[in-house]
């Protein structure tokens, strides 16, 4: 984990590093702001659902909870699409899903149908387009990737800056029926960011290493050797319990400044704070990645991110007045956005591109559970505790507990990646290439001979005037 691979492209496609990549960085900055923006934008009209179908708020909840588990929990799913369809079709599919969701949710009338539309329609679209906008992104920069990563990331606090308050314009306006129906056709524009995900063009290749190319096109829809790779292993266990507590402080932030006695509307800004300064941590952390001095070690900043951020939870704990909540919320929004411009950049650095789109999968499969363990769980130790200190400090340990567990396990446990192919496949097929570029000097030395012969057997033939009995005067 502590070297960055070499990505060997079975076509030999060289990341450009801009040109159209900006573009697919603009669709990927779009598509991170819809998928992890949206589950809590759709929090926004949970009151008017709970007049309208008469369930409590733990019922609306779930809608969020679906999205957010559609969005990890499908993660091998989409893996397996993008490498039979590729990352195009997929997306075009995934955005006409998120929209169908959200049209048919304006529809219905139950709760129960609202899970299904809502929830599992629409999160399975999101999931279909966040998953392949990453790997494409990834296909598209390699110097300045962290970079891209980091602008791409920025898409999240920007949209639930923007969504939230829209949010609550249009339930004002045309109600939560009217709101879905806009919302859904606002998520048709994951269907116009697919179609800007083109895929990059091989250059014209040998018939040798045509036929490598097809033995390598019939890997398994799903490549589970990734599970060999150590580093993996210590990044899926350090990730799983980081979720477990990185995302319990922004919800429970706003009702423990309501607890201290702070009106709903000041106590709703702390969220913009965290938001503001998210917005421009995860930018200025990619550029810091992308150092040259960084970047080869780009796990152990993800290491001090988690730190980081465990550590401000444990200090938020201690919060006994706005003042003391805001300052917490600044230096959150600060490790909040490290984390998120970094994960996905050493998750891309452990196992290249080729294995990516299965690593990724399997990794947001094993985020899953951890996701919906980790908030519901503060919520129990905060009706059996009443206080909010407990919840922070739980919070900021079992981060804290993931930083060590990626530092020390990749300090003490993986080794540096070598050069050398690391499979016997991998090598075989070195080998076979190796031998046809071997081949092709010997055959251009035949070929010269020839030529050679065949200029002094006819030489008339070549354009040139012999000097023979018959031709000369």
């Known amino acids: 984990m502590g070297a960055v691979v070499v990505d060997d492209a079975p076509s030999g496609v060289k990341a450009p590093d801009g040109g159209w990549g900006w573009a697919v960085l603009f669709g990927g900055f779009v598509i991170t702001g819809f998928s992890y923006a949206f589950p809590k934008a759709v929090s926004v009209f949970f009151k008017e659902l709970i007049r309208e179908f008469g369930v409590g708020y733990s019922d609306t909840a779930w809608i969020s909870s679906i999205l957010l588990a559609m969005l990890y929990g499908t993660g091998p799913l989409c893996s397996m699409c993008v490498n039979w369809f590729g990352c195009r079709p997929v997306m075009l599919v995934g955005g006409l899903f998120a929209s169908l969701g959200m049209v048919t949710a304006s529809f219905c009338t139950s709760i129960i149908q609202l899970y299904l539309t809502a929830g599992v329609i629409t999160g399975l679209g999101l999931a279909l387009n966040f998953q392949p906008s990453l790997i494409m992104l990834n296909r598209y920069f390699d110097k300045r990737r962290p970079l891209a990563n980091g602008l791409a990331a920025a898409g999240s606090p920007v949209f639930l800056c923007t969504l939230s308050p829209l949010g609550q314009i249009l339930q004002h306006e045309y109600g939560w029926r009217g709101g879905f129906l806009i919302l859904g056709g606002m998520l048709l524009n994951c269907c116009v960011c697919g179609a800007l995900m083109r895929p990059l063009e091989p250059p014209k290749k040998s018939e040798a290493a045509k036929e490598l190319t097809e033995k390598k096109t019939k890997k398994k829809l799903l490549d589970f050797s990734v599970f060999k790779d150590v580093g993996f292993l210590v990044y899926t266990v350090a990730a799983s319990i980081m979720v477990l507590g990185l995302f319990v402080p922004p919800v429970f932030v706003v009702s423990y400044a309501k607890d201290l006695g702070y009106p709903d ?62 300052v917490f919320c600044i230096f959150f929004g600060i490790s909040y956005g490290m984390v998120g411009a970094l994960q996905f950049e050493v998750l891309m650095a452990i196992v290249g591109t080729q294995k990516f789109s299965s690593a990724i999968g399997l990794v947001l499969l094993a985020e899953a559970l951890a996701v919906l363990i980790g908030p519901p769980s503060a919520g129990k130790l905060l009706d059996a505790t009443g206080r909010y200190m407990f919840v922070f400090i739980i919070a900021g340990v079992e981060v804290v507990t993931s930083a060590l567990v990626m530092a020390l396990g990749n300090f003490f446990c993986v080794k540096k990646k070598s050069e050398a192919p690391q499979t016997k496949e991998e090598a075989a097929e070195r080998e076979e290439l190796n031998k046809s570029e071997d081949k092709t000097p010997e055959d251009a030395k035949v070929d010269s001979i020839e030529v050679e012969q065949f200029l002094k057997d006819e030489p008339e033939k070549n354009g040139e005037v012999v000097t023979n009995p018959e031709t000369c005067v």
């Open 265 to 326: 509307t000041k106590s709703a800004f702390l969220l913009s704070i965290l938001g503001f300064v998210d917005i421009f941590a995860r930018p200025i952390c990619g550029v810091v990645a992308g150092l040259k001095w960084v970047r080869p070690r780009c796990v152990y900043l993800f290491s001090f991110a988690m730190i980081f951020n465990g550590f401000t939870d444990l200090m938020g704990s201690m919060s006994t007045n706005y003042g003391g909540l805001a």
